[in-house]
């Protein structure tokens, strides 16, 4: 990733601070896109930039950083609005300040996601979701950055462990292989079917104790426990 010498420190804001609808709002704050003010593009103009362009945000108090791209410039002078989200991440307060770092990251190749909304793999077709989410609302992603998800009003959240060529990439018209991590089994779904393997053990050694009464009974004529065919109570 390459900085480039446009710096600049401005005023941020939620996004439901601004001006646009509601629809709007909830979309971008399901992606890692901002608005900046027309100043700013104005500035850029003095330097050799291509599109799409790409800032790295920093708390310069707290040192955290988030790279993110634009969405539009239209907010008003000397603002910017983010995604709630990135405001956390960065620990900045609605007026606070953030210096933007214009970056250029390279092309990338690869990404591993892991999911961390199981729900999320239920979904009908979740592999067109998420090509579809990564082309519109993440044209950049960098690792440990969690994709925010929002599709038939529920939000999917999706880890970034690696990225490459580097930690930062941007992935608008690029060849991007997509591998998973394996999902992590929660402790209590463990504990039951460890208790569900036990159940079955226990059912399948009375079930052979009944065999062999069952041959014995077939020998004596006596009776045996739980050696006919059960039946769940409703059924017909």
């Not at 609605?94 to 210096?99: A, L, P, S, T």
């Not at 060529?165 to 394996?182: G, R």
Request: aromatic residues 10%; glycine residues 4%.
């Amino acid at each position: 990733m390459q900085f480039t010498e446009f710096t600049k420190t401005i005023s941020c804001f939620s996004l439901g601070c601004s001006d646009k609808s509601n629809e709007a709002i909830d979309k971008l704050n399901n992606s890692n896109k901002i608005l900046l003010p027309t100043s700013v593009l104005s500035e850029l103009n003095n330097f050799e930039v291509k599109f799409p362009i790409f800032f790295e945000l920093e708390n310069e108090e707290t040192g955290n950083k988030f790279s993110c791209g634009v969405h539009e410039f239209t907010s008003a002078p000397g603002t910017c609005f983010l995604p709630y989200r990135i405001m956390q991440y960065l620990w900045i307060k609605e007026g606070g300040n953030v210096k933007l770092n214009l970056i250029v990251p390279e092309k990338g190749t690869d990404i591993k996601l892991k999911i961390v909304t199981k729900d999320f793999l239920k979904l009908t077709d979740p592999k067109t979701v998420l090509e579809k989410v990564l082309s519109e609302d993440y044209p950049i992603v960098s690792v440990n950055e969690t994709l925010s998800i929002n599709y038939n009003n529920q939000i999917y959240y999706i880890d970034i462990t690696e990225c490459k060529p580097s930690n930062t990439i941007q992935i608008i018209d690029v060849d991007l292989n997509v591998d998973f991590e394996k999902i992590d089994e929660p402790e209590n779904e463990k504990q039951d079917d460890k208790k569900e393997d036990s159940s079955n053990e226990l059912l399948n050694e009375e079930l052979l104790d009944n065999k062999d009464k069952i041959v014995e009974f077939k020998k004596n004529k006596e009776f045996v426990p739980f050696s006919g065919k059960g039946y769940t109570l409703g059924s017909k």
